[in-house]
């Protein structure tokens, strides 16, 4: 579920105009649903009640203090991947107890803020990783909990760019390694081993390798636990969402394609895993992040020029592959929509950016209504790996973020200013 929709012609969500809000605080504009944020929260905890669990909402999908702040209120732990991360989970009022650190690379100054502020687990990726972390430890006194991320080599089926699971990643440690390595964690003086953990992949719109990896990882999981007394079992996050179409007015359910297909939802998620889960008697962590924060944004953008070239309709937005780069990486599909309904005939239409890059592209050739100069369009399920992956490219400012709850509305990230995207910036003493 989500609540973007039409109400007449005006597109909104929940109960304000998205064309309003285009006006009164500019555009290129994130637009987040408050109550989509905790409707997807609420539907993984609820269909994941029968196990001892905590979601942990994965800060790199979005990482907007206000959006945090709304999980943290939910009761929302969080997986982090860098200090900066944890910071601002800090500063969203979120609670570092309930944090899981994970991430190839940790710095000693990202290991040492993480044991000082108490995280519940690093998610330990490597021996060096284990043998810095227990050297940190020692330095400040503490032992540090850890968990070795498991691959499980499961292929999740999904993008290249976003699996993670097969030993052709970088992450992980080998399934045939992790017993041993274990062993060695043990004799050092400063860990605590308190789990497990593996995350196999990114929008995985099937059940089936979440089912594959969890059989992989539950025997495994049951000797640990006998050996170390650990404490849980991290699923990871991954679940996917639908991209296309994401509107249709009316429709119920988020997660049926147009084929009336169902893709994956949180209910059919947990009944496939529970069963394999609940007799292992661990705690579970879950770590989505696009489940939870993909379908709650969207980014609205103003049409600027309509160019026809050939046989070609260019629509060009003031919106870039500098706020949403999806398409650009992942070849990824974002649904288009006019934030105002027209009842124009579908034309094949090209919306780009003003960005030099022929990358620069949000969709080609999609049949779309007529669109005209000063028309505002919205790309939808733009809420997970948007804003955060943003950059001032081509000295554009980051956009604004906007925080809807029913009719109400906070302003959760201004515009940038144009002059802060070069104000850590100077000229060299002698070109004075
Ligand atoms: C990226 C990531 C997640 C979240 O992935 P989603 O597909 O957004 O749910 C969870 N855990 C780890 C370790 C990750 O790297």
């Known amino acids: 579920m989500h609540h973007?929709?039409?109400?007449?012609?005006?597109l909104q969500c929940e109960q304000v105009s998205l064309e309003t809000l285009a006006r009164r605080f500019g555009t290129p504009l994130f637009v987040y649903s408050e109550r989509t944020l905790t409707g997807h929260y609420q539907r993984?905890?609820?269909?994941?009640?029968?196990?001892?669990?905590?979601?942990?909402?994965?800060?790199?999908?979005?990482?907007?203090?206000?959006?945090?702040?709304?999980?943290?209120?939910?009761?929302?732990?969080?997986d982090i991947v860098s200090g900066g991360e944890l910071q601002r989970v800090i500063a969203a009022g979120g609670d570092p107890g309930k944090c899981v650190f994970a991430g190839v690379g940790k710095s000693e100054e990202e290991i040492a803020f993480a044991l000082r502020h108490k995280v519940y687990s690093f998610n330990v990726e490597s021996d060096a990783e284990l043998q810095r972390i227990n050297r940190v430890a020692q330095r400040l006194r503490r032992r540090a909990p850890i968990a070795l991320r498991v691959n499980p080599d499961v292929d999740a089926k999904t993008h290249a760019k976003i699996t993670t699971g097969t030993y052709e990643n970088k992450f992980g440690i080998a399934f045939e390694?992790?017993?041993?390595?274990?062993?060695?964690?043990?004799?050092?003086?400063?860990?605590?081993?308190r789990g497990v953990q593996m995350h196999i992949g990114s929008q995985l719109t099937s059940v089936k390798p979440f089912v594959e990896a969890v059989r992989k990882v539950a025997p495994l999981s049951r000797s640990l636990q006998q050996q170390y007394n650990i404490e849980f079992l991290s699923i990871g996050g991954g679940i996917g969402i639908v991209y296309d179409p994401a509107l249709a007015s009316g429709r119920a359910d988020w997660w049926t394609s147009p084929a009336g297909r169902k893709i994956l939802t949180p209910e059919r998620y947990a009944q496939q895993l529970v069963p394999l889960l609940k007799p292992l008697n661990l705690r579970i962590l879950m770590e989505p992040g696009r489940f939870i924060s993909g379908n709650a944004g969207v980014l609205v953008a103003r049409v600027e020029y309509v160019k026809k070239t050939g046989r070609k309709n260019f629509v060009i937005v003031d919106a870039a592959m500098n706020d949403l780069i999806r398409p650009a990486f992942y070849e990824a599909y974002h649904e288009i929509v006019p934030t105002t309904r027209s009842r124009t005939a579908a034309i094949p239409t090209d919306v780009v950016g003003p960005i030099c890059e022929s990358g620069d592209t949000f969709c080609k050739d999609r049949r779309l209504p007529r669109l005209k100069e000063g028309d505002y369009i919205a790309l939808l399920s733009a809420g997970a790996y948007g804003s955060v992956m943003g950059s001032t490219y081509n000295s554009r400012p980051l956009p604004a973020e906007v925080l809807v709850r029913g009719n109400r509305v906070a302003l959760v990230r201004r515009r940038q200013r144009t002059t802060d995207i070069w104000a850590d910036e100077s000229v060299a003493p002698w070109s004075r």
């Open 4 to 10: 973007f929709h039409y109400a007449g012609t005006g």
């Open 44 to 78: 993984l905890n609820k269909a994941m009640a029968p196990v001892d669990h905590q979601v942990c909402f994965a800060v790199k999908s979005n990482s907007n203090l206000g959006v945090l702040r709304v999980l943290a209120n939910q009761g929302s732990g969080f």
């Open 177 to 193: 390694q992790v017993e041993s390595l274990y062993a060695r964690a043990a004799r050092l003086p400063n860990l605590w081993l």
